[in-house]
């Protein structure tokens, strides 16, 4: 594991946010590296999100279910990472500072992500139109713990 050894949206995004709302997840190397693994009798009790807030999002739960010695992490060694262009890591970016937003809602008891705004302009440039502003709408979705989910209570026996 390198320190500082993240990408883009790691190092500009995710972690001034983990540092500045949760200190001390700070020294998670690599919190958006897609690679985690848990015990199913955890992992069953939190809620994921939809879309790119999902690694912020599972390690803040954890943290805020088990603390932070219920969690580690392990040097995979090699990783393989392709470079986005900007206007997708500035999707993810804003994906994740709802999801962030969200877990300060839960933490505080007061609405902030139904406050905001969750359409993203994106400036485009075409060589022959020019600049034109693009709308997206990015929400992300936290989807309940699967103990909470009918399906899966049935299949499971889950209570």
């Known amino acids: 594991m390198q320190a500082g050894g993240g990408g883009r949206v790691t190092e500009l995004t995710a972690r001034p946010l983990l540092n500045l ?20 009798s955890a992992l069953e009790k939190i ?31 090699e990783r393989i990472h392709h470079n986005q262009p900007l206007e997708a890591l500035s999707k993810m970016s804003f ?4 999801a962030v937003l969200h877990k300060q809602e839960s933490r505080f008891g007061r609405a902030v992500v139904e406050e905001v705004n969750k359409s993203m302009k994106l400036i485009r440039y075409n060589a022959h139109s020019g600049y034109s502003l693009g709308v997206e709408e990015i929400a992300e979705r936290e989807r309940p713990p699967m103990v909470e989910v009918d399906e899966y209570i049935k299949i499971f026996n889950r209570n």
């Not at 997840?25 to 015990?39: A, D, M, W």
């Open 21 to 40: 709302f949760y200190p001390e997840l700070s020294g998670v190397v690599q919190p958006l590296s897609g690679e985690y693994g848990g015990r199913r």
């Open 95 to 98: 994906a994740i500072i709802q």
């Open 47 to 77: 809620p994921f999100f939809s879309g790119y807030g999902v690694e912020t999002g599972l390690l803040i739960d954890v943290y805020e279910k088990y603390g932070i010695q219920g969690i580690a992490q392990v040097d995979l060694l």
